[in-house]
T-cell receptor, first 115, second 110 residues
Framework: EAGVTQSPTHLIKTRGQQATLRCSPI?????VYWYQQALGLGLQFLLWYDEGEERNRGNFPPRFSGRQFPNYSSELNVNALELEDSALYLC??????????????FGDGTRLSIL | SQELEQSPQSLIVQEGKNLTINCTSSKTLYGLYWYKQKYGEGLIFLMMLQKGGEEKSHEKITAKLDEKKQQSSLHITASQPSHAGIYLCGAARNTDKLIFGTGTRLQVFP
């Protein structure tokens, strides 16, 4: 069984540009979660998508957005990139029902570097 | 302050030694997850604990959940270089996200 896959592995952008990160969940999983792991800040919850809908978002500005497609894959878009957006962006997936009684399975992440 | 505090922050042990990592919550724990992360990579799921007093083991790693103390511990027996990495605890506060601990960096030297 294929795990959660993320692309690209690395992404280098300059300030003000836009970045698009992609995630494919495990087959059979309908929920996708995005996290940001910035140096020294730990893992911070960004967004949760389930059945094509945004269910919740963390404390991030609106320039962080995304969507989930009918095949349950997801995109994370970051507009007007700032230097502090440099981080490892991790995607995780679960079956329906949220995270209270099942583990999230993570991809290897996309490392976004802003120059 | 963090909702989930891990201790120690960093641990350096000699191969073959036992070690324990703790995760303490400022709120009641309804479920606790342990993950391992290699530097710059994704998280690998280790164990899920849901009931007070629950204890699970996988190979040389044992995790326990003490709900009364709002604490969980991860114990590694006879550590090996392959155990090196960052260990993270995560708690589900509701259905939609995990809150992660501050992480414990483990180094194992021969």
């Amino acid at each position: 069984e294929a795990g959660v896959t993320q692309s690209p592995t690395h992404l280098i952008k300059t300030r003000g540009q836009q970045a698009t990160l992609r995630c494919s969940p495990i087959s059979g999983h309908t929920s996708v979660y995005w996290y940001q792991q910035a140096l020294g800040l730990g893992l911070q919850f960004l967004l949760w998508y389930d059945e094509g809908e945004e269910r919740n978002r963390g404390n991030f500005p609106p320039r962080f957005s995304g969507r989930q497609f009918p095949n349950y894959s997801s995109e994370l878009n970051v507009n007007a990139l700032e230097l502090e957006d440099s981080a490892l962006y991790l995607c995780a997936s679960t079956k329906r029902g949220g995270v209270s009684n099942q583990p999230q399975h993570f991809g290897d992440g996309t490392r976004l570097s802003i120059l | 302050s963090q909702e989930l505090e891990q201790s120690p922050q960093s641990l350096i042990v000699q191969e073959g030694k036992n070690l324990t990592i703790n995760c303490t919550s400022s709120k009641t724990l309804y479920g606790l997850y342990w993950y391992k992360q290699k530097y710059g990579e994704g998280l690998i799921f280790l164990m899920m604990l849901q009931k007070g007093g629950e204890e699970k083991s996988h190979e040389k790693i044992t995790a326990k959940l003490d709900e009364k103390k709002q604490q969980s511990s991860l114990h590694i027996t006879a550590s090996q270089p392959s155990h090196a990495g960052i260990y993270l605890c995560g708690a589900a506060r509701n259905t939609d996200k995990l809150i992660f601990g501050t992480g414990t960096r483990l180094q194992v030297f021969p």
